[in-house]
Structure formats: C-alpha cells, structure tokens
C-alpha cells in the first residue's frame, strides 16, 4: 500500500465511543477507503460535467444558503419573498 497523505481525523471527528466500536469492525478500513475513492472519481466526473461558471453560481447559492441559516431566515418567508418578486417582475413584462 502507498503512503498516506491523510487520516480520517483530518477529514472527520469521530466521536472515542464510536471510534472504538468502529475499530472493532472487520474490513471497515478497506471499505471506507473504496468509498471514499468513489465518492472522489464521481465528484471529479461533476467538475467536468459543469462549466467553472456554473459551478461557482452552485457554491455562491450554498454560502448564501448557510449565511441565511446562521440569521434564521425561515425558508417560507424566503419563498413568499421570491413570490411576490417573482409577480413584480412578470407584472411589468
């Protein structure tokens, strides 16, 4: 086996308890090694499959998502909001 570049703490925190059962688990390793380079190989085939572009209007949305989560906008009030936009705008068209 090659050398490793990371551990599983640098990517997660698994809690002592669950650790220690994990341990106890035959072949957990080599699965979760297999899982994680499929989950690599498909996110490398999204980045290919969408436009630098498209993937940044992606990342903003999701940073605008969390900023919204972290002030407690309530997604239905959110909704009403694109509504009434959404009308403003058609109205004039």
């Known amino acids: 086996m090659s050398t490793l570049d990371a551990t599983l703490t640098d990517l997660l925190e698994l809690p002592a308890e669950l650790s220690a059962k994990a ?5 957990l390793p080599e699965r979760l090694l297999r899982f994680i380079r499929m989950e690599v190989a498909m996110n490398e085939r999204r980045q290919q499959r969408y436009s630098p572009e498209a993937l940044a209007v992606v990342q903003r949305a999701r940073a605008l998502v969390e900023k919204r989560k972290t002030e407690g906008t309530d997604r239905a009030e959110a909704m009403r909001a694109f509504e009434q936009n959404f009308a403003a705008i058609t109205e004039t068209l």
């Open 23 to 27: 341990r106890a688990v035959p072949g």
